[in-house]
């Protein structure tokens, strides 16, 4: 077998096609929540403790050899903490939720057992009456 088809055999696996169609969903998952932080949630926070923009939030250290200054900016690092956060709590309830759906119903009957196992334990019947 060639390399070739080695690869296109694997690519065109199921899970490698999930994974791709997930990773694609998660960054564009990702840009939302960031704008979601960014554009909605932040703006808020920032007004109820003072007016304060958290991605202007920045200590100078200095100046760089070059006389650029040389910048903390922990307030993006604040944002970004904020990111993860939300991120994490909209992915827990969704698996949360999925899992729910997946729960079978509790007040739901069990399934019938499998026809071949029924017909087994007919003739187990039969033969015990037979000894």
């Known amino acids: 077998m060639s ?10 696996k199921g899970s490698v096609i999930d994974l791709a169609v997930g990773v694609v969903v998660g960054a ?46 922990y307030g993006v690092f604040l944002q970004t903490i904020f990111d993860f956060l939300i991120i994490a709590i909209a992915l827990f309830m ?12 509790p007040a739901a009957p069990p399934p019938p057992p499998p026809r071949n196992e029924v017909l087994l334990e007919e003739i187990r019947d039969l033969l015990r009456k037979g000894s």
């Open 3 to 12: 390399l070739a088809s080695e690869f296109k055999e694997f690519a065109m």
């Open 28 to 73: 564009a998952f990702g840009k939302i929540v960031s704008s979601l932080v960014a554009d909605v949630i932040m703006p808020p926070i920032g007004m109820a403790v003072g007016g304060v923009n958290f991605s202007d939030l920045a200590v100078a250290l200095g100046t760089a050899p070059d006389g650029s200054a040389v910048v903390l900016k």
């Open 94 to 105: 969704a698996i949360k939720l999925i899992n729910k759906l997946k729960r079978p119903d």
